[in-house]
């Protein structure tokens, strides 16, 4: 069998599959994941959970803890096939953001209202990764012949440099032959995203009491200077692989000074560039030191040196690639409605661990519940979980069956 072909659909094998995604048990983990405040570096104690959890449902062949750093362990569930089909791999984090905002609620007290399951992470992305292990068991209880092995991969760290999934791919010797990533995408399937690279300007000045300003140089006037001039017009690039609404940059961090009444000797400013293929970390550590000398020349006192902190590549894969094709069929099945592949925002602007999953070889989708949004009250809707849970059950006993 030819390594991008895929079993004809079976409706009775669908049906079943189907059939066996309960709304009850899908809720019950999503809700049972809220109370763990798994920020990093704090993801052990929802490993723990989940694992224990997995190894109650009974479907998984495999549940491994696979330690990361120590305490922290990504969660591996296998449901064993036959060995000789194609391995599919569901993809999700267990780190989550901070509340931010004034929430209404105990943001780690799960809650059902009208449809709705509110509680911290759940967008990003709890919800799916129960939605991820209620599929697989799903499959593994329709009894549908399984050639290859379905792996759930719930991983450590995401965050921008993906070190859960990295470290996942490093260690795992089996082969997988496509993924389904489960960030949030309001259920469409979004085949490309920009990457990103976080960096840190550092201005030095001279530090003055206000009696003798004038003997001082302030790091912070001399920042505010960069910042008014820092933005993506900027920022150097090859239009013929732009990413729709990138790139783009925001300065989220500002810090400088000791004392309100000295000039301050030195102010720290750190952002986030969202970057498209062929931006390197070279190039844009060029592109701000280049700024910074066309500054100097008008202002000979401005000293500062940039730095890169964090990096990811950018995503894409072709819309005709099978395994997006092969999402897009389970969800028009799952809802009778045609499924939006897209490349826009505002998923164009996420980072997620595709990235690394294509770079190894492995064809990949993002496919989730929950429009992306760090906002008070986080919720999603519970006809979305299950959905969500439907197709990536109907897609992965499509593709690794027998």
Known sequence: MPSDALQPADPVTTQAVQSHVDEA???ALASGMVPFASQIPNEGQLAE??????RKLGCFDEVILQPVVAGRCNVIGVVRGSGTGKNMLLNGHLDIPHPYGTWSRDPYQPAVEDGWLYGLGLGDMKAAVACQIIAAAAVARSGVARAGDLVVSAVVHHDVCGLGTKFFLSSWDEPIHAAI?????????QVAHGGAWQFEITVRGRAAHISRSEDGVNAISKMMTILRSLDASRLTYDPAQAVPGLPRLVVGEVQGGSSPSRTAERCTARGDIRIVPRMTPASLKADLERLIADLRTLDPELVAEVRGLVYQRPFRIDA?????????????TVTGRDAVITDGLP????????SDLLRAGIPTVVYGPSDWQTVPDERVRVDDLVTAARVY????ARFIGG
């Open 25 to 27: 048990n899908l809720v």
């Open 49 to 54: 959970f989940l694992s224990g959890e997995m």
């Open 181 to 189: 990533n489960g960030e949030p995408s309001d259920l469409k399937l």
């Open 320 to 332: 005709d690639a099978t395994i997006v094709q092969l999402v897009r069929w389970a969800h028009e």
């Open 347 to 354: 998923v164009s602007s996420y980072v997620t661990d595709s």
């Open 393 to 396: 059950a109907l897609a992965a």
